[in-house]
Structure formats: C-alpha cells, structure tokens
C-alpha cells in the first residue's frame, strides 16, 4: 500500500520559514510527480506546488511563486517544501500529493493525484 509521511509543519511568525518533508514508500517513486496542496478552514483544498520525476521541472502557484521552492531526493524517495517569508495567509493543512503513475498533468488537478499525505499543519502568526 503506497504511503506517504509528511513532517515539518508548525507554528511560525510572519516572514519566517519551514521546510516541509514528504517520504513515499512507492517502489516508483523515481517516476512519480509530486506535489503539495493545501486547505484552510472553509476553504477548498488548492495547488502549492509540484515537481515533476525530472526534478529540473517545478510548477508553483502564483501565491506562492518566488517564496516556496520545492525539490526531490530519489535516493532517499522524499520530496520537500522549503517556505520563505511564510504569511498569514499561508496558514493551512499542507498535504503532500503522489501523483498517478505515469500522470502527465496538469498538476494542478488534485484528480491525478494517486495518494496523499495524512497533512501536516502550518500556522504563521501576523
């Protein structure tokens, strides 16, 4: 059963930074896009950002574009979330996203997303 592990959220102040981590225990994992979305309360859940197996190939959302910077280690099967000068409304349940096998976009459809992470909460405070 493919699973993932987040970790690295909490609570920060405005303009601070956290690193979130993601493990996957998919034997794929090297041909898997990932990514991250997020969810505040009475929101939809939406698109942070993706990478995709080439891990030269990033897609973020315009909110976060130029702040947040995401990346993968294959060799530990682990994509991360680095979150600069984090705003209040960054505050959200982050969930990493293992995208269906072979999935070719667009990353920001959380219907190809194969797995998720059980979320990790990120809270900045003003």
């Known amino acids: 059963q493919e699973q993932l592990a987040e970790s690295g959220g909490g609570l920060v102040q405005a303009g601070g930074s956290l690193r979130l981590s993601c493990k996957s225990n998919?034997?794929?994992?090297?041909?898997?896009?990932m990514g991250w979305f997020r969810q505040a309360p009475g929101k939809e859940r939406e698109f942070v950002s993706a990478?995709?197996?080439?891990?030269?190939?990033?897609y973020y959302s315009d909110s976060v574009k130029g702040r947040f910077t995401i990346s993968r280690d294959n060799a530990k099967s682990t994509v991360y979330l680095q979150m600069n000068t984090l705003k209040p409304e960054d505050s959200a349940l982050y969930y990493c996203?293992?995208?269906?096998?072979?999935?070719?976009?667009?990353?920001?459809?959380?219907?190809?997303?194969?797995?998720w992470g059980q979320g990790t909460q990120v809270t900045v405070s003003s």
């Open positions: 990478i995709h197996w080439n891990p030269d190939t990033t």
């Open positions: 996203a293992q995208y269906r096998f072979l999935f070719g976009g667009p990353y920001t459809d959380a219907r190809g997303v194969g797995t």
């Open positions: 998919e034997r794929t994992f090297t041909s898997r896009p």
